[in-house]
């Protein structure tokens, strides 16, 4: 097994829920952040980035 | 109706919200593309969710997006419901939808577009190894558009992920059905 795809892959089909116990933890932690961020530079300019 | 999801976790618990509203006026909807290969564990970041509705009429739209906003969800566009369904749905675009003075997530939403559309939402599932009670895209119809029309490396890998959980319980010809089909509706 020479990939990270193929390694987490396998740890999911052995524990599911812990698997994605771990990827809601750093997707909640993503947002948070985010969400931080646009908060702070102000609604005009994160429109202006997330609408493009 | 219990979702079977935790408050704890933000992403499923946007979804879970939207998605009741969606059951509540009796519109078909499909979780599709990156975040059916997130909720089978793949390890990587998203902000957005990417969901189809069924085509429904601009009256039926108009009475979403007013029960949405009742629901303290807004757009980012910051238009009228009118508004967007002629200037977005309409045109093929995404309406993206957030909790009222967030950012993210987003709920990237589409109406469906074409024969392609329609023959995702007709064959839509739950998928008990997510945990979660949405409907989705099937995991064949998930691999056929990362595979043969998405394809950067991010859904290359998405794919591969689906094809390593699910292994041998994932029907190849009805992949290449849909592979067919996209060729057909989209190049």
């Given at each position: 097994m020479d990939d990270f795809v193929e390694f987490w892959a396998k740890k999911c089909k052995e524990n599911m829920p812990a698997c994605q116990k771990e990827v809601n933890r750093m997707v909640d932690s993503q947002i948070e952040i985010g969400n931080a961020f646009y908060k702070r530079i102000g609604r005009k300019k994160a429109l202006e980035i997330l609408l493009g | 109706m219990d979702l079977m999801v935790s408050d704890k976790n933000v992403l499923t618990s946007f979804i879970r919200d939207f998605v009741l509203i969606l059951d509540k006026l009796k519109i078909q909807y499909i979780v599709v593309s990156g975040f059916v290969a997130i909720s089978h564990g793949r390890s990587r970041g998203t902000e957005d969710i990417d969901m189809i509705i069924e085509n429904v009429s601009k009256e039926k739209f108009t009475e979403l997006n007013n029960e949405l906003d009742t629901n303290d969800f807004e757009t980012?566009?910051?238009?009228?419901g009118e508004e967007l369904f002629e200037d977005y749905l309409e045109d093929k675009l995404s309406i993206r939808y957030v909790r009222?003075?967030?950012?993210?997530?987003?709920?990237e939403l589409k109406m469906a577009q074409d024969e392609l559309d329609e023959d995702q939402i007709k064959h839509r599932t739950k998928l008990p190894l997510t945990g979660l009670d949405f409907y989705f895209s099937t995991i064949e119809t998930n691999l056929a558009f990362k595979e043969?029309?998405?394809?950067s490396p991010k859904d290359l890998d998405d794919a591969k992920h689906l094809r390593l959980v699910y292994g041998d319980k994932i029907d190849e010809d009805e992949v290449n059905r849909i592979k067919e089909l996209i060729v057909k509706c989209r190049f």
């Open positions: - | 980012l566009q910051g238009v009228s009222k003075g967030e950012f993210l997530p987003e709920m043969e029309l998405l394809k």
